[in-house]
């Protein structure tokens, strides 16, 4: 899967997640564009990508993300 | 001079932007002494940082891996439901008699008292029940004493005649609340609690965050029952859904905590919960958001 059609499956679960339908995600959103995307949240969000994609990310890589860009870096690499 | 607290706060959300929203909300859920208590608490704990050759940018470190480890832990527990260790003897081992990790996770509990409201509250919680006994006591222990912060709270408060013990499993936890109370009126002793034989009976013991981390949280109460003085009073803390890499025993509710206590035969004297997130309680219940939970206990 490439990177665009991996961000239009993740913007779904962040819409889906945050109970909101109107985010659309690109490369260099962060947790401060999103004011729903907190500590409790991003939990949430970890499961259902996981799920979703039947992945499993390291203690490492989910603290490693500064933006969505590498969140789906992360996700490629594990396709 | 920019206070330790804000330096702290800043130096945490600029590496994580996540956990820095929580900590905007922090102060607006304390009490109005928490910014003192807080800077003279990170006074103290850089000067114990300092003399140990470390820093206040080390024990953030710290903290975050700490918040990394409980993430993940968290992850699976949403996933499974369950706590991800089940054995004592595997957390002793890869936890507790591990030095650099044992040390490093000290640091970012420590760290915690002060920046997660609810572990706050709960020490304010103690504060409140030893003054409350301050009379009462000589004998003092306590059981897993950890970093040492509340032993150090009691102390600061206490008359100056009582004799204090603290026990705890792991060496690197006594190496580390013996160097940061650093005070010559505590006896230290390296035990399990179902071995320590003491010919003292206690007026007061402390026993924070322990009883998670044991297979039967029952036979723990019984064990410690044993040791107390009969009109001698139990302060416990523990909490719900708080998966961590050295907790075993899942209480999923208030109500099996209270279960377990009277079980072991002990009656609830007082008692405070907090929820880990600033939600309303059927809201949090239903999401299985984590809760501390403190309570004054007699036989």
Redesign the interface.
């Given at each position: 899967m490439d990177k665009s059609n991996i961000i239009i499956e993740v913007s779904k679960i962040f819409n889906e997640v945050l109970d909101r339908d109107d985010i659309v995600l690109n490369e260099s959103t962060?947790?401060?564009d999103i004011e729903e995307?907190?500590?409790?949240a991003?939990?949430?969000l970890?499961?259902a990508i996981?799920?979703y994609f039947k992945i499993r990310?390291?203690?490492?890589e989910?603290?490693s993300w500064d933006n969505l860009g590498e969140l789906v870096d992360s996700i490629q690499k594990k396709l | 001079m920019q206070e330790k607290l804000e330096y702290i706060i800043d130096t945490i959300t600029k590496r994580n932007v996540l956990h820095g929203k929580k900590l905007k909300n922090l102060l607006t859920q304390v009490d109005i002494n928490y910014r003192k208590r807080a800077e003279l608490f990170f006074e103290r704990y850089e000067r114990f940082l300092i003399k140990n050759q470390k820093t206040l940018d080390f024990a953030i470190d710290c903290y975050l891996q700490m918040l990394a480890d409980v993430s993940y832990e968290t992850i699976q527990f949403v996933k499974t439901g369950q706590y991800s260790n089940s054995s004592f003897e595997d957390v002793n081992e890869r936890v507790y008699n591990n030095p650099e990790l044992m040390t490093g996770y000290l640091h970012g509990l420590i760290l915690r008292q002060f920046l997660f409201p609810q572990n706050y509250k709960i020490l304010m919680f103690f504060n409140s029940i030893i003054k409350k006994n301050e009379n009462n006591i000589t004998d003092y222990l306590e059981i897993g004493g950890g970093h040492g912060l509340f032993l150090s709270e009691a102390l600061s408060i206490l008359n100056s005649d009582v004799n204090y013990t603290l026990i705890d499993i792991s060496k690197s936890a006594l190496d580390f609340s013996r160097a940061f109370i650093d005070s010559p009126k505590v006896t230290y002793i390296a035990s399990d609690v179902f071995k320590y034989k003491s010919r003292v009976r206690y007026d007061f013991i402390t026993m924070g965050e322990v009883l998670e981390h044991v297979e039967n949280p029952v036979e723990l109460l019984k064990a410690v029952k044993q040791l107390l003085k009969k009109e001698g009073k139990l302060f416990i803390t523990t909490v719900t859904n708080a998966p961590a890499i050295d907790h075993v025993y899942l209480f999923r509710n208030a109500r099996e905590i209270r279960e377990v206590i009277v079980k072991a035969g002990f009656s609830i004297k007082d008692e405070l919960d907090v929820w880990s997130e600033d939600m309303p309680p059927e809201k949090a219940e239903k999401m299985n958001i984590s809760m501390m939970y403190a309570a004054l206990l007699t036989i």
């Open positions: 962060t947790a401060n995307w907190d500590s409790l991003h939990i949430h970890v499961v996981e799920r990310f390291t203690s490492k989910i603290q | -």
